[in-house]
């Protein structure tokens, strides 16, 4: 019990599909996460939401669409993905985004496989 | 660029003392944080350092010296559940999370 929770935690999809992830946290936190962890390279971040606003795209494919309608919901909708795209999704969440030792807290993840 | 390095794997032995380093290069430094992943789990919190010196907690133990970019997790009285593998991360000056790509620890029996 992480205190963020993602679903599904395995997606098989077609290139052709759309799925959404989900992501919830129940931690009181201000500022959500999508992270992008393949194996043996560092984790990558893709968006920041900081109260419900967007503040990072980090150069992420229009494939990968997010959205956030409020602070404790996260999703990542899915359309049109490559086969490269198959990877372990994390959702994560901090009190807020920048400053100081504010702690982010990981979900277990949805792993995503792009057939 | 910015960039994180650490070992990407190590072994050591049930009851032992085993080190895994971090050596970081960032626009700016703002903390530096180490997470232990178990495979198919979230990343779970383990230490922050932002001051020079060594953090300790529990068997767990970590270290940073700024001045040479270089930090530290310790583990001690090794067990079989620390197989894992431990994230380094470090804050730059923009507050950005900059992640080494990971250390997988071995335990054996």
């Known amino acids: 019990e992480t205190g963020v929770t993602q679903t599904p935690r395995h997606l098989v999809m077609g290139m052709t599909n759309k799925k959404s992830l989900k992501c919830e946290q129940h931690?009181?936190?201000?500022?959500m996460y999508w992270y992008k962890q393949s194996a043996k390279k560092p984790l990558e971040l893709m968006f920041v939401?900081?109260?419900?606003?967007?503040?990072e795209n980090n150069s992420v494919p229009s494939r990968f669409s997010p959205e956030c309608p409020n602070s404790s919901h996260l999703f990542l909708h899915l359309h049109t993905l490559q086969p490269e795209d198959s990877a372990l999704y994390l959702c994560a969440s901090s009190q807020i985004k920048g400053a100081g030792g504010n702690t982010i807290y990981f979900g277990e993840g949805s792993w995503l496989t792009v057939v | 660029g910015q960039n994180i390095d650490q070992p990407t794997e190590m072994t050591a032995t049930e009851g032992a003392i085993v080190q895994i380093n971090c050596t970081y290069q960032t626009s700016g430094f703002n903390g530096l944080f180490w997470y232990q992943q178990h495979a198919g789990e979230a990343p779970t919190f383990l230490s922050y350092n932002v001051l020079d010196g060594l953090e300790e907690k529990g068997r767990f133990s970590s270290f940073l010296s700024r001045s040479k970019g270089y930090s530290y997790l310790l583990l001690k009285e090794l067990q079989m559940k620390d197989s894992a593998s431990y994230l380094c991360?470090?804050?730059?000056?923009?507050?950005?999370?900059?992640w080494g790509a990971g250390t997988k620890l071995i335990i054996k029996p």
């Open positions: 991360a470090v804050k730059d000056s923009n507050y950005q999370l900059i």
């Open positions: 939401y900081n109260f419900k606003e967007q503040t």
């Open positions: 931690l009181g936190h201000n500022a």
